[in-house]
């Protein structure tokens, strides 16, 4: 009967996972690429620093996937 069934249970699932990884790489890239808009405008630069920021967010994202998600 449809009554006697209990609910499945998981550990963690792909979409969870998949969330997280998304969260780490875009939080990544806004706060680096915040950070160096701060530099851009302390030191006039042009943009670079933004560049750079977002870049540097960009790679320690990858790396907190890699590290906490990766096998």
Do not use: H
């Amino acid at each position: 009967m449809a009554g006697n069934q209990t609910p499945k249970q998981s550990g963690s699932s792909g979409a969870n996972e998949g969330w997280a990884a998304v969260g780490y790489l875009i939080s990544g890239i806004a706060v680096w690429g915040f950070v160096g808009w701060l530099v851009d405008e302390w030191l006039n630069a042009g943009g670079i620093a933004t560049a750079i920021g977002c870049v540097l967010g960009a790679a320690g994202g990858i790396y907190l996937v890699v590290k906490r998600l990766g096998a």
